[in-house]
């Protein structure tokens, strides 16, 4: 029998059915991702497979420097073959890790590949996994549509054009909907270099000059519109620290004053005028009907030599440990007193935060139209894994409701990354089938693959309402 074959993952006669007959075929609904539009808008075709499969993918690079593989075969100037080749190398000491699965899924899906990827088969992998490239099917919207994917939400800074959007939008030839969300992270990074110049792009975007506060709102709201236009109605934040310190306009408006003339700003003040930017969002966003997310708990950039030589998500992050009860409940609570709290999805990066996230969900549901308002998102980047889902479900589960939760998402630039989604059902499938056959859950199809079809893709279609 083949590695990947058709129950891989599913461990139980009753996760079996639950998979096969309302699982496996539901569209996939992709609400965050971080592909690049332009590829999608040109229809990208791919010169091998290290392009698509190496390219930018910073769970195989870390996985490669792990094995000791020097940076020349990573992200340097050895030949395409050679970097494939090391990875393939590398895939022997990957068992136990996401990647043994997810790789050897992706081949399987986009190659018809069945092969054990070692050093030994590379070479056969190599012109087995061309020649399917060099057809002239193999290309980004075609990896999509036989993907099955209805939804693709990209991640899209507030000063993008989304010219690309609108060119995938008006080729009435490619049905899948990929629409921008809002990342607006570099408007709160204050305390960031180039702030400023920032600004300056802001300013003339919009054609009017950001100078204070009430200017920068203005903006930023302009931008919101924009973007709704467009079709956005999900935002998405990097809160690698979750902040809030209570302000006042005035502090803000001084706060902002200084950081435009290039003054440098103190901690309270940065996260003063972060808090007041996330408050000022989430009202825009409530009276949009948007769902705004919070990706909590990154620790970036940790190698500063390998950061100067080659910048930022090159696979040189990690898990925080800092405390976030307390600040989200108040960056929440703010913008509840006046009903300004917008649906919200919170992902902790944090294992350990689990139970917190999981509790913290009920201080703030809301009538949304018979959807769960405020959301646990999937075990995300390093709990992107069996462990680290399942842990975020039984969580999930015991503190809230499982059964209204909005399912998976890549989080992913590559486009054969969607075996994920396959990956997250099989082991939701398994995981009820294993409360079923423990007598802890009724053995009734109708009632468990309803709640496995509105988790795999219903609940999402219904949450984010585009």
Known sequence: MAFIHDNFMLKNETGKKLYHEYAKDMPIYDYHCHLDPKLIAENKRFKNITE????????????????????????????????????????????????????????????????????????TIWEKANKV????????????????????????????????????????????????????????NIDKDGFADYMKKLSDIVGFDVKDVKSLLAAVENRVDFFHENGARLSDHALDTVFFEEYTEEEIASVLEKALSGETLTALETAKYKSFVLVELGKMYKKRDWAQQYHIGALRNNNTRMFNKMGADIGFDSINDELVARPLSKLMDTLDREDNLPKTILYNLNGRDNDVIGTMLGNFQGETNGVMKIQFGSGWWFNDQKDGMEKQMISLANLSLLRKFVGMLTDSRSFISYPRH???????????????????????????????????YLNAVKYFNM
């Open 52 to 123: 698509i499969w190496l390219g930018g993918d910073h769970y195989k690079w870390r996985a490669m420097r792990s094995t000791g593989i020097s940076e020349e075969y990573i992200t340097g100037n050895k030949s395409d073959f050679e970097k494939f080749e090391a990875f393939c190398a590398t895939m022997p000491y990957c068992i136990g890790n996401p990647l043994y699965h997810w790789s050897h899924m992706e081949l399987k899906m986009y190659f018809g590949i069945e092969d054990t990827i070692c050093p030994e088969n590379a070479k």
């Open 133 to 188: 490239i060099e057809g002239e099917a193999f290309n980004v919207r075609t990896l999509i549509k036989e993907s099955n994917v209805a939804m693709i939400c990209t991640t899209d800074d507030l000063i993008d054009t989304l010219e690309h959007h609108r060119a995938i939008k008006e080729d009435k030839s490619f049905q899948t909907k990929v629409l921008p969300a809002l990342r607006p992270d570099k408007l709160l």
């Open 422 to 456: 396959d990956y997250f059902r099989r082991i939701l499938c398994s995981l009820l089938g294993k409360w079923v056959e423990e007598g802890e859950v009724p053995e009734d199809y109708a009632l468990l693959g309803q709640m496995v079809k509105e988790i795999s």
